[in-house]
């Protein structure tokens, strides 16, 4: 008894000795429960799981398919121990032969603790290496029985849990969050009928139509072989190469040359399944289906000399942002939305509905909202969580079904299949967190670390003595669309016609862009060209662009130094397809400003000795209380002495963390403060950032100084900038609309001005 609780039962193992102890919540700081959705009324909490849902799952019964808490481990007022539960007396010295003799062969634990360390690493994933993830909640907020018997769409209110990864495509594990890249948004759902993975990307066309090529893109983007470089981007010869080879992307280059490609955060931007998948309801009826994400925030991005800077001052910057904003209680909120549309409306669309190079404008099928996500708890271990995490595309639930497209063929077999080389065998799906809370019977068995402890000698169907158990579902279960085929079909390698028109999407988005985001998409081709070595590769992707538009071409032919305009690239279409719709607003990232608020905004308010405190303090608290974080900044940490009340002490230095870090700024009044900041050359180059990367000003007083000081014009009709008195509340409030508002780019020239 006494040895009992000393060292205390693994609580993986408890519930042999006592099933109720088993079944209780862990104490402890690392276990918090799920924050329900505000006002949602269907939330069970299981066991203070983050796994709650309105199913029923098998709790406490399948070991494979308990809540999370099963397995999360706190180990405050617990003894160390070896993993085989055996106390270790001494975790500072491996055992001698005398204190200068030897080190023992015998000594298990310094071999176990070796052991396990050599072994920590697994393979990272062949993309999206570098990711972020966050637990949460998928509420059905319009029911649409008559399109899907997908039971988490079946019932306004009915919650599922989800877990979320976010992504950068290219880079390793430890790269960058703001290269220039596409952004990985991964859902898996885990309802009662199974775990449904939606896999999608925030820009919602792909590179290529067929997964055939999907090595060779990822081979020509990825660092070049030879001398592995560069990291995490394609502004190299072999991506741009194969670019200019494969007129098929020119698309999705318009996309991920737009500042989709750099959003400031995980919460602001959009996410798309990408594919057409189909709905299937209880009659066995099927429609057409895209997945859209909306961030409620709004779709927020970086400028690029801004993501250059952070990618250096902060490598980290979504990640942090992601978990900074959750444990504020500032939970990314963002809307489902479908097109749903049937075959024979696809049919008579100009494009291709299996080509996922094409979108379907919102002109011709409008989104309809059907449910909301909220992401509301931090993921307690990156590795245990986010790295193991497996999404599998082929992971879908009775009423969700797949389309065509051969690019997602190949992913539905491609996501499985590297999970059992990255995850080390095909069990994978009983790590925790793939395992979903419906319950998982079947005859598979064995293989490297199973878990589950199948009882019976039963181990195949059908089976008398099981009593024919586990028993097939039938019409109850997944039953894939019978879709008809066509009776000429014969088995070829080809693609359909209208995959070969290239350029009329591409058009489509570039003539719905704003002229600032136009300007972004041409610097960007700009950038990511000049550092491409090889002339022919250059000129080839302006032959190409021309078919875009003849503008952009030249714009960047122009960037290029390219005095003379290449024939345009041959069309593999010449047939002129008319599409229903030439200009698409909602394709621009202005359409989405979001809902206004300024939570998790961060802004930095620069102080010095000498600064006029009252206003600064107030306007501190004003946005604090509006969710947003305010932070002090000055040259050095410490106390700073404003002219009159009780000193500020400095948050964090402007070495430590410079002006791409913040969205905003507001520079003090005070003589003496403005005297001293404007001495400082990294002041001035703060204010001057925040300037060029178009983000909200506020100046009281002399603080004014310091922008005339960088140049920056003080009466300028510009929103963004705002010169005030000390105590104008308006000045305020018109900063706090400038922040909602996020960036001013009315103020941007190229080159920068300021
Ligand atoms: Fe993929 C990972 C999204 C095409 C093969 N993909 C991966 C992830 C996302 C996407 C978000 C990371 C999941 C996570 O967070 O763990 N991929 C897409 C989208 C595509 C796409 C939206 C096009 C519409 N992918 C695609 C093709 C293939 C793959 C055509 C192969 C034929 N993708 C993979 C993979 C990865 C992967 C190799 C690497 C790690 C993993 O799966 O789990 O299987």
Known sequence: QELASAFPFNPNKAAEYDPDAALAPPEGPSVRPADPIVGASTVTERNGSDKVGSGSPNIGQNPTVGPLDRVRVDSTNRVLTTNQGVPIADNQHSLKAGLRGPTLLEDF????KITHFDHERIPERIVHARGSAAHGVFECTQAIPEFTRASLLGEVGK??????????????????????????????????????????????VFFIQDAMKFPDLVHAAKPEPHFAMPQAGTAHDT??????????????????????????????????????????????????VKFHWSPKAGTHSLVWDEAVKISGADPDFHRRDLWEAIEAGAYPEYELGLQVFTEEQAEGFSFDVLDATKIVPEELVPIVPVGRMVLNRNPDNFFAET???????AHVVPGIDFSNDPLLAGRIHSYVDTQISRLGGPNFHEIPINAPIAQVHNNQRDGIHRQAIHRGRVSYEPNSLGGGCPFQAGAAGLVSFPEPREADDHKVRGKAERFADHYTQATLFWNSQTDVEKQHIINAFRFELSRVQTPAVRERMVSGLMHVDADLAQAVATGLGIREMPTPMPKVMTRELTPEVTASPALSLFARPGDGSIRARRIAIVVADGCEAASLVALAQRLTA?????????????????????????DVSLEAAPSV????????AGADAVRRLQTDGRTLEFIKDQYRHCKPLLAFGEGAQLLTACGIETDAADPGLIVATTDATDATDAFVAALAKHRHFARETDPPRV
Not at 632 to 650: C, H, K, N, R, W
């Open 109 to 112: 634990i310094l071999r176990e």
């Open 159 to 204: 919650q599922t849990p989800v877990f979320v990864r976010f992504s950068t495509v290219l880079g390793e594990r430890g790269s960058t969050d703001t290269a220039r890249d596409v952004r990985g948004f991964a859902v898996k759902f885990y309802t009662d009928q199974g775990n449904w993975d939606l896999v999608g990307n925030n820009i919602p």
């Open 239 to 288: 991506f741009w190469d194969f670019a200019s080879l494969m007129p098929e992307i020119t698309h999705m280059l318009m996309w991920a040359m737009s500042d989709r490609a750099i959003p400031r955060s995980y919460r602001t931007m959009q996410g798309f399944g990408v594919h057409t998948y189909r709905l299937v309801n209880d009659e066995g009826e099927s429609h057409f």
């Open 387 to 393: 790295e193991q995490v497996a999404f599998c595309v």
């Open 626 to 650: 509006e969710g947003a974080v305010a932070r002090f900044v000055s040259t050095a940490l410490g106390a700073v002495e404003p002219t009159s009340g009780d000193a500020i002490e400095v």
């Open 661 to 668: 870090l913040y969205d905003a700024m507001v520079l003090p």
